[in-house]
């Protein structure tokens, strides 16, 4: 069972190591070698002090950390580039300032994984994927978006009425915080309606396409339309 009680906002552990502390106490996640020496070396040295053993109760996470390359990609703030491409009407490449000085939106929701795990109200913060695509233009012939990190290896897609929901957003903030290089910082897409998968972290690239490219896990089998409690691959009698 879900613990009901949630810990106060204003702890003396860090935002990052509290989510990162949760993770560690999560069984049953492949992790990358790298992120489980990330976490033996952060998280590790806390737990090893803690001789209560409260803090591995806290029940802030349950988030899994996910990457499906062996390693967790890094990149500053101040190094980061958002481009989007392809069918638009002119290509742009966005700073991380540029991007923070768009209208901020901010959503409250529950982030549920495909594979049945839930953190219920996570608060994000970032910009319209909608004002996003409008900076650089869509033009007509676009029906569909397509995601791309830079980890090398993950993609997403979404229609472009599904991208121009105003519950989708590039996220820069988690829970009041930047968004950590774990969750997939500086910036990563976030599709609220949407099982987790489809919230593209270390956002790299968006490009405008005539149709939906099947995202990575699209193509090993998840439905393309990842709306929460309709097309999860276990009830796919529901998918539209
Ligand atoms: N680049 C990238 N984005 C990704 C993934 C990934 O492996 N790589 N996993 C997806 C899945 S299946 C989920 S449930 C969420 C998990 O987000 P979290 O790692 O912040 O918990 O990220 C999604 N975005
Ligand atoms: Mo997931």
New binding site residues.
Partial sequence: MEPEVRPPRETAIGRRVFLGLA?FGTAGVIFGSQIQGWLERNVGPILAKDPTGLLQLLPIGN???????TDL?DRSRAQYRLTVKGLVEREIVLTFDELQAMPRTRLVRD?????G?R?PEVEWAGVRLADVLDRAGVQTEARAVRFV???G????SLTLPQARRSDVIVAYE?EHAPLSR???GPA??YVAPM?????????DTIELTRSVEPG??EQRG?SVDGWVGHSNHRDDERTS
């Fill in positions: 993770t988030f899994r950390i996910y990457s499906v390359t990609p982030f549920q994984c495909v594979t795990w953190v990190s830079f980890d290896a993950y993609s997403e988690m774990e969750h997939g990563r897409l099982y987790g998968y489809k919230s593209c972290k270390w956002l990575y896990w998840y």
